[in-house]
């Protein structure tokens, strides 16, 4: 062509930009739920956002959501979950008539210098090597499709092809009991030119046993248009399986757990039971950690070298230092952990709280919005909301800080090398100087201060004669 010829030699060809088109429309009958179907979770996560998440990582220029009735509700979750993002336009489906009609819906968004690539908001364990294998397959110009072999081929499209080239997909309904024999089939992830794309959308007709718009039609179109296409096969199965019922969503949720639990044990993570594990955020783990069998870990996570979790514990929005131990059951939330401290069993952080080295808190103690010293112990059964402790303190068993007058909060402040008898209440605000000892089952509210003993009991211990009752 005359203009390309104006243009410097060596220059490269400026890339097709690429768009996204995710098929999220369909009502999710199987199930059984008011909520949109692709907002249902894999790991934490809506499954749209496990997709949405695998094309993002092939650099589109834009996002085009296919939603049908009730889809305000996803596009209201992606704008509370991604207030950022700009690339990402929602189109509406009224009716649901067929898959190529969803395609149509979007197509208005994108130019015809552009390619597109259909994916699944409800197929959410595509990976994005995956859809490169499918974008490298198809080239700028060509019709991709995503393709793999299965035993079990019942209810997917069928790949036709004459002398080895790809001619058509046949839906399961529609095929011939020969047809049906084909093991190859439609993961229904297909990728093409825009301007092609429109072109065989519109002449897709609805005369088949569903009565629907069959985006697969645009395979024999593009067949009979002569043009290049090429298929990409995907080895396993999970990661083209749909969800539809909530059974399929669990599967889906293990195969998906057991991805990520692989992944950490190559990087040297133990994990006692990697069927047993569930990560619904990121973890970063330092060497030899080792995780016991029920753990959950949410949000970003981080552990260091020889870390140890128990069985059954809950770490959200945690980082724990080296050599420190978590034992059973515990519930660890936004909590900053030491080095070799040991937590738990049956200890629980609420949002926001530091702990520095060598700290024990032990069962049942609750710690909220608090900062603890170096060395510093809290054994059994005490709460510490809004509490700053030294290092080396002990806090006995039963200790509670009174922080909450039933109208405001209000801080506790303890020293160093202090030690808080048993069943001793801090009402806040109030200090508790260096070194200073506090006298089991003291009610403190005035400031106590360093190197001494306070007492506060209702009152001296007396003994009067007494008979046991006797069972009448
Ligand atoms: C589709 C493919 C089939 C492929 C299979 C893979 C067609 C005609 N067939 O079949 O070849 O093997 O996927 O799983 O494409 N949707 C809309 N609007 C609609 C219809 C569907 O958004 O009008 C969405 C659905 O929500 C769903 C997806 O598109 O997420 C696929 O639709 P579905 O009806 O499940 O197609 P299949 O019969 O599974
Ligand atoms: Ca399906």
Redesign the pocket.
């Known amino acids: 062509m005359a203009e390309n010829k104006k243009k410097p030699a060596g220059m490269a060809k400026p890339p097709v930009p690429l768009h996204v088109v995710i098929?999220?429309?369909?009502?999710?009958t199987r199930m059984q739920s008011n909520r949109s179907?692709?907002l249902h979770r894999i790991a934490g996560r809506p499954m749209l956002d496990h997709v949405i998440a695998a094309a993002r990582g092939l650099q589109p220029q834009g996002f085009h959501i296919?939603?049908?009735r009730g889809g305000d509700e996803v596009r209201s979750w992606y704008a509370a979950a991604h207030p950022q993002s700009k690339d990402v336009a929602f189109a509406m489906?009224e009716?649901?008539?067929?898959?190529?009609?969803?395609v149509q819906q979007a197509m208005p968004g994108i130019a015809d210098g552009a390619r597109v690539l259909v994916l699944?908001?409800?197929?959410p364990l595509i990976e994005t090597s995956t859809l490169e294998d499918l974008l490298a397959a198809a080239g700028d110009q060509g019709l991709g499709i995503l393709v793999a072999e299965i035993d079990n081929p019942f209810?997917?499209?069928?790949i036709l092809r004459r002398g080895g080239k790809v001619v058509g997909?046949v839906?399961?309904r529609d095929a011939s009991p020969a047809q049906r024999k084909i093991r190859e089939?439609?993961?229904?992830v297909i990728a093409a030119p825009a301007r092609e794309l429109r072109r065989w959308l519109s002449k897709v007709g609805n005369d088949n046993a569903?009565g629907?718009?069959?985006?697969?039609?645009v395979v024999r179109l593009a067949a009979k248009d002569g043009a290049r296409i090429q298929t990409a096969h995907v080895d396993s199965a999970e990661q083209?399986?749909?969800v539809?019922d909530r059974l399929q969503l669990a599967r889906q949720e293990r195969s998906y757990q057991r991805l990520q639990a692989d992944k950490l044990m190559r990087q040297g993570v133990s994990l006692v039971d990697p069927d047993r594990f569930d990560l619904r955020g990121s973890l970063l783990c330092g060497q030899d950690v080792e995780i016991d069998v029920g753990v959950v870990i949410e949000g970003e996570v981080e552990l260091g070298d020889h870390v140890y979790v128990g069985p059954y514990t809950l770490l959200r929005n945690a980082k724990v230092g080296a050599d420190t131990r978590i034992e059973s059951h515990c519930v660890v939330e936004s909590a900053v952990i030491g080095r070799q401290c040991s937590i738990g069993p049956f200890a629980r952080f609420r949002p926001s709280s530091r702990l520095a080295d060598k700290v024990h808190i032990g069962n049942f103690v609750e710690i909220k919005n608090s900062v603890l010293g170096e060395g510093t112990k809290a054994n059994h059964l005490a709460y510490l909301g809004d509490a700053d402790i030294g290092s080396k303190t002990n806090v006995g068993a039963g200790v509670i800080t009174c922080n909450y007058d039933g109208a405001n909060k209000f801080r506790t402040t303890i020293g160093d090398e202090v030690f808080i008898g048993s069943d001793s209440q801090l009402i806040a605000p109030v200090t508790i100087g260096d070194r200073a000892y506090i006298a089991a089952g003291s009610t403190i509210a005035k400031d106590a201060p360093a190197d001494q003993l306070t007492i506060n009991r209702a009152r001296e211990q007396r003994s009067v004669p007494w008979k046991r009752p006797v069972k009448k």
Request: hydrophobic share 30%; net charge negative; glycine share 20%.
């Open positions: 098929l999220a429309a369909g009502q999710g179907k692709v296919v939603i049908g489906q009716q649901q008539l067929g898959t190529a009609h969803a699944y908001g409800d197929v209810g997917y499209g069928r997909v839906e399961e089939i439609n993961t229904g569903k629907e718009y069959y985006l697969t039609d083209a399986s749909g539809n």
